[in-house]
């Protein structure tokens, strides 16, 4: 017998990166949320490295912020470092990456949960979907509660038949040893959802007071932090340094004596682990000629004395985990507080999604988070985000947003996984964006913040304090462009700055174009009466200095968006469709693409099929609309 | 794939006087102005009209080719987009050179049955039609296929695959530099993307040599000559060919390899192949010789099948002419200057007169003849024209341009030191350019190599 929790619009299963956002999101689009998860000590936890951003990642973070998402806004509040990588690079691949405090960022997350009017937080396992009639409709949680829901997101993370696996030893455990979900999984595999084994890993965490840091190398924080949120105009956390040592020749020896021990190699595990994140022990067998690899030493927060060990990623038995940290410089006479160990979960196959993340047999379930295939906690938070959104716009009978490869990072995620699956933890990397000059961490919010305010997760506020901006910038551009300019105007500045001086009239946006050139310099001839901040000048100079560049990328998306605007009728039959080729023919059949351009991008699919399905999208077109 | 703009030569390769480019997509009209010269702009001329004027090649300003530019504004036209069609001679070197330059603009080579899709996608065609439309992408996406992989095989998609390889280590190098920016890989320089691109550009630059010397581009009808030894399959080679790239001489068994030269007859491309003699050997090198001929015989589109008319008819002659029986093949009855000893009755059984070309090679006499018959073949439709094999080496010369420009602009790009994630895109754009030619465009393999290359990890 079963006990009547309650109704509510959304349920969220789960209270990691995805599941703390798309509750959020659900709960300010204004749909009464509950979130239901194992141990609410939990919430927002960072089982592995106590960091956020990095190239990709990193833009993920501002997507989510400039939709109106939290994960930006809880780590500005609660960073202990903060770093620009690749500020050597173009700006499109600048990246931020912030060291966490991670009890202050789950204690903050928890309260900006705790605070919001429509969202319901409640600690249970939930063992059971209930689907009528094909259609999700609610949860039964361990204890008999029953809760009914007109969408449910579940965002598992590696709680799904969790097992942790260390050395020869083996139990069945969620991270950090928690509860794992057993029942659920099994619920699944009920319903017919294809799953897969997949496998991640963390390193050791150490005693700060046994460490010689003496033997490593600083690394600090920048001096002048920028921020993640769009929101965020400034903030003074005191900055922790991280530390850089490296593996011993003597570690290398200790892993090579004891690999007959290690569960990589001893077949105990049998998930897939991702190629971009290998244990150490996995580097050293497959890269054996580097002699050494780097380990970075990272505070786990202001009020621990905890030591994240970056690079020993490990499921060694844990006397060589001992030996192994001992073994390089600066850890000699190291405590280990906590061994490193490989978890095992299991993952629902990305394919039976729709890049709603709704699932294709069930509808109002969608995934989100690890629970799809991905690692990383951006990752997460940026399919939670989009679940959220559409677990509320399913409730509000509205049309669910997708957002394309040329509108951010999410985009990019989300259709690689619901196209072409994968056959690893999927991690995001820039290159698998091919827009990637256009999807830069300075105009997130241009991309998306028109939509996020669209659907309800940007206030009127925050609105036109971005068009303000965005309107300053155009004018800007438009003032240097008409400005003219002769030789007397701006050779001296140009000859102090070592740039050729220039013979005829040209203008400021010419001039701004040369690369020894900064806005800065063009105010000391002619200021702006645009009264700009230093990110608007930003945005100036990167939207004139790569127009080139930029300009041949959205040639490619206008193409791109021609395709993904033929839409693809769910109700079509593959198998009535002559001329197309086998493969292409399962293919389709089983990611059933909504659109031509998503199809397009199905591995096996070749452009005569495409045309093919062209053809017969017009024929099956003009005959629906003929019988009216 | 949808609004691009598209080419094709829409008449047949090689007949004569003129022959018709079309071009369609909406920046067709903006894409030939940028090389064709005329009193009239293109982009400002009316719909349904003809403008005289010349193709130039926009690097050099020169003049390639005399034609008139028909202009056709949508939705007025058969794929109801802007259209522009070129009249040119109808030679195959005036045709391949409008084309070549065609492709290196912002347009590409239609694929089969483009234009007719676009046609009926448009609403040009009733719906009566979409399964013949169907069909059409169908049958001519294989035939285009097999064509397209018997082009790449062997040395040229060998040397590609080469070249595609140092890109992809480049871009790998270049990708771990951006997604690891912390990560202990050797920083990269702009240097090391110019000597990289510079080692690309400098074996595309190669290829396209070969291209021009002709030896991509020697395609055309495949033509057998094929004959017992010392009948004078090489002399009549050379007669066709006016060079003396094979060896005569009178000791049977002296054309050890098939030898390939390509000649234009009546403005037709003919590729032909100069085979050993057919004949049971058991010379090692000879027999390698006389496999291989058999081979040219099934792969050609024409057998030119040369007998001696002062020797009987021989067994092997015989078994032969069973071979090639139902095939497209012309008989040539050469040394007629010497007493004949054929019996021609036989031959009529297997061949209509006019494909009986009495000749004699040495004495220059029925060349003509011959031209006129495999002329008259071509033109009844007879011989399955060899333009798709010919366009497809247009298409393969116009990617290795496109190609060697993405990578000099990458290397000027370097040499002003743009960020390298910028510079990649255009490195990024020849390794897919390339991929094009040999049909691979998978971008996994570019996350592949990071990974095989780079020991990342947290």
């Known amino acids: 017998m079963s006990f009547d929790g309650g109704s509510y619009d959304v349920i969220v299963i789960g209270a990691g990166h995805a599941g703390c956002e798309a509750a959020l999101a659900a709960a300010r689009m204004g749909s009464s949320t509950l979130m239901i998860t194992i141990n609410l000590d939990m919430v927002a936890f960072m089982p592995c490295n106590p960091s956020i951003g990095g190239p990709a990642k990193g833009h993920v973070v501002r997507e989510i912020d400039a939709l109106g998402g939290e994960m930006g806004r809880n780590i500005d509040k609660t960073y202990i470092q903060m770093r620009m990588l690749n500020t050597g690079k173009g700006p499109a691949v600048h990246a931020l990456r912030a060291q966490a405090d991670k009890f202050l960022y789950q204690h903050t997350m928890k309260e900006t949960m705790e605070k919001e009017p429509n969202l319901t937080m409640r600690q249970g396992m939930v063992e059971e979907l209930i689907v009528e009639d094909g259609v999700c409709v609610g949860v039964i949680t361990k204890t008999g509660t029953a809760y009914r829901a007109k969408s449910v997101v579940l965002t598992t993370g590696t709680y799904l038949r969790g097992k942790v696996i260390m050395g020869e030893m083996t139990y069945e455990s969620g991270p950090n040893n928690q509860q794992p979900s057993i029942k659920l999984a099994e619920n699944l595999r009920e319903l017919g959802f294809d799953l897969v084994r997949f496998k991640t890993g963390t390193p050791p965490r150490v005693h700060k007071s046994t460490i010689d840091f003496s033997k490593t190398e600083i690394q600090p924080g920048d001096e002048k932090p920028k921020f993640f949120s769009y929101e965020t105009e400034g903030s003074d956390n005191e900055q922790l340094p991280c530390w850089l040592t490296y593996t011993s020749l003597e570690t290398h020896q200790i892993i090579n004596a004891n690999l007959h021990r290690a569960p990589m190699f001893s077949g105990m595990i049998e998930g897939t682990g991702p190629r971009y994140c290998p244990s150490i022990e996995d580097k050293i067998v497959r890269f054996s000629d580097k002699p050494k690899h780097q380990i970075f030493l990272e505070p786990e927060g202001k009020n621990t004395s905890e030591y994240y060990v970056q690079g020993l990623s490990t499921s060694m038995p844990e006397d060589v985990q001992l030996a192994m940290l001992r073994s390089i410089p600066g850890l000699e006479k190291v405590e280990m507080m906590r061994n490193g160990y490989a978890i095992e979960y299991d993952a629902v196959v990305p394919t039976q999604l729709w890049p709603s993340l709704e699932t294709k047999m069930i509808p109002g379930l969608f995934t989100a988070g690890q629970i799809n295939g991905t690692s990383g906690y951006e990752e997460a938070a940026g399919q939670g985000v989009m679940a959220g959104i559409n677990a509320a716009r399913r409730v509000q009978d509205k049309e669910p947003v997708i957002l394309d490869r040329s509108q951010g990072y999410i985009g990019v995620l989300i259709d690689d996984l619901v196209t072409k699956g994968t056959n690893e933890p999927y991690r995001l990397l820039t290159s698998r964006a091919e827009y990637r000059l256009l999807l830069r961490h300075d105009n997130a919010d241009l991309r998306l913040t028109p939509l996020g305010h669209e659907i309800g997760l940007i206030s009127d506020e925050r609105f036109a304090k971005f068009l303000a901006k965005k309107e300053k910038v155009e004018q800007e551009i438009e003032r240097l462009q008409a400005a003219k300019v002769g030789p007397s105007h701006v050779n001296e500045m140009l000859e102090r700055l070592g740039s050729a001086p220039i013979q005829d009239g040209s203008n400021l946006l010419t001039i701004l174009r040369r690369p020894e050139v900064s806005h800065d310099h063009i105010e000391e001839i002619s200021p702006s009466p645009f009264n700009l901040t230093e990110e608007m000048k930003e945005q100036v100079e990167i939207q004139i200095k790569y127009a080139g560049y930029i300009e041949k990328q959205l040639i490619h998306v206008e193409r791109l968006k021609k395709m993904n605007k033929k839409k693809i009728p769910e109700t079509i039959d593959y198998n009535e469709i002559e001329g197309i080729a086998i493969e292409a023919r399962q293919k389709l059949s089983s990611i059933r693409p909504i659109s031509i351009g998503q199809a397009s991008r199905i591995s096996g699919v070749t452009p005569a099929d495409i045309s093919i399905l062209l053809v017969y999208l017009e024929h099956y077109n003009r005959v629906t609309a003929a019988r009216g | ?458």
């Open chain 2, 1 to 458: 794939m949808l609004s691009d703009t598209i080419a094709a030569i829409s008449t047949a390769v090689g007949e004569a006087g003129i022959a018709v480019i079309r071009v369609s997509g909406p920046e067709s009209i903006a894409e030939v102005e940028k090389i064709f010269h005329s009193k009239t702009k293109l982009t400002e001329a009316a719909t349904h009209t003809v403008h005289y004027g010349h193709i130039i090649d926009p690097d050099g300003e020169e003049r390639v080719e005399e034609v008139l530019v028909t202009v056709m504004r949508a939705p007025r036209s058969f794929t109801t987009e802007d259209v522009v069609e070129i009249s040119t001679h109808g030679g195959v070197i005036s045709v391949k050179r409008v084309m070549d330059l065609l492709l290196q603009q912002d347009i590409r080579l239609a694929e089969p049955g483009e234009f007719t899709k676009r046609a009926f996608l448009n609403g040009r065609i009733d719906l009566s039609q979409a399964e013949a439309v169907i069909d059409l992408i169908r049958s001519k996406s294989d035939r285009a296929f097999s064509v397209a992989l018997k082009q790449v095989e062997g040395a040229l998609s060998e040397q590609i695959r080469q070249l595609r390889h140092i890109l992809v280590e480049t871009m790998a190098h270049i990708e771990v530099n951006i997604d690891y920016p912390e990560h202990d890989v050797e920083s990269l320089t702009a240097e090391f993307i110019k000597e990289k691109s510079t080692e690309v550009m400098q074996g595309i630059a190669k290829l396209l040599k070969t291209a021009e010397q002709g030896k991509i581009l020697r395609e055309g009808i495949t033509t057998a000559i094929v004959g017992r030894p010392n009948v004078g399959k090489s002399s009549l080679l050379n007669a066709l060919a006016h060079t003396n790239r094979a060896i005569v001489t009178d000791i049977p068994g002296t054309t050890r390899d098939v030898i390939e030269e390509f000649v234009t007859i009546n403005n037709i491309p003919l590729k032909l192949l100069d085979t050993a003699g057919i004949r049971e050997t058991m010379d090692v090198v000879e027999k390698i010789g006389v496999e291989r001929s058999k081979h040219a015989v099934t792969e050609a589109d024409l057998i030119l099948l040369v007998l001696n008319t002062s020797e009987p008819l021989h067994e092997d002659e015989l078994e032969l002419m069973e071979q090639i029986r139902g095939r497209q093949s012309i008989v040539i009855m050469n040394k007629m200057d010497l007493p004949p000893q054929l019996d021609k009755d036989i031959l009529s059984r297997y061949y209509a007169e006019d494909l009986i070309v009495p000749m004699s090679v040495k004495a220059q006499e029925g060349i003509d003849a011959l031209e006129a018959a495999i002329s008259q073949l071509f033109f009844s439709g007879s011989i399955e024209s060899g333009d798709l094999t010919y366009v497809s080496n247009v298409r393969h010369i116009a990617l290795l341009k496109k190609a060697n420009k993405s990578l000099q602009d990458a290397y000027d790009a370097a040499e002003q030191f743009i960020p390298i994630d910028m510079i990649q895109i255009d490195v990024r754009l020849a390794w897919e350019q390339l991929g094009e030619i040999i049909g691979d465009t998978a971008s996994d393999s570019l996350l592949d190599q990071i990974f095989s290359q780079f020991c990342l990890g947290k």
